[in-house]
């Protein structure tokens, strides 16, 4: 946890007035975000203009960017993917939380993305698989990635992921995509999850 604000913020997510709205923005003044992008599939192209940066500026670091397979939708991110790729773009890590699901929907029925890695591939990155609901194994993939990185290549991380997941009511549905839930309801999801917000 990184510390930005305090987790009792939290509580105002996608409330009216909140900062924590729910594509937050730079005017809102939250520290740690730097751009708003949202669904809209900018992210990536982002992600790649501050890769190419930290390259002409010698520095080692790398530029981590996380999607939503929703996300996959627009057309921007091909056309970043495949700049990245065609520009060599290789201290770049993108990861996709593909949960299979987004706000419309389930992905298949929403528009289906066929199959995701072989996109990826095709589009001249490196592909890596992970649980996403696995920590030990998000590290490892992590680990992983940093190794192929300085390869030419950017790096892709699908990471296969349950919405909701370990709360019986929310899990694997795309009904929670952005809503609150009730204090009934979070007293409930809180029972079932062995490690919560309230523990850092």
Request: aromatic content about 8%.
């Amino acid at each position: 946890r990184s510390g930005y604000f305090k987790t009792q913020e939290l509580a105002t997510f996608r409330r009216l007035n909140s900062r924590l709205q729910g594509h937050p923005a730079t005017a809102e003044g939250i520290e740690g975000v730097r751009i708003a992008s949202g669904s809209l599939g900018q992210g990536l192209s982002v992600a790649i203009g501050a890769a190419i940066s930290k390259k002409l500026s010698n520095e080692p670091s790398l530029v981590y960017v996380l999607m939503g397979d929703g996300e996959m939708d627009e057309g921007q991110i091909w056309e970043a993917a495949m700049y990245a790729a065609g520009k060599g773009v290789d201290n770049l890590i993108a990861t996709v939380d593909y949960n299979k699901q987004q706000i419309d929907g389930p992905i298949d029925k929403v528009m289906p993305l066929g199959n995701l890695k072989a996109k990826w591939e095709a589009f001249g990155w490196q592909v890596l698989e992970m649980p996403g609901n696995d920590m030990e194994a998000v590290v490892k993939t992590f680990v992983k990635a940093k190794t192929l990185c300085g390869q030419h290549k950017p790096v892709c991380i699908l990471m296969h992921s349950e919405m909701g997941h370990g709360v019986d009511f929310m899990a694997g549905t795309h009904h929670w995509h952005g809503v609150p839930p009730s204090n009934e309801q979070l007293a409930t999801a809180l029972t079932q999850l062995n490690e919560t917000l309230g523990d850092y």
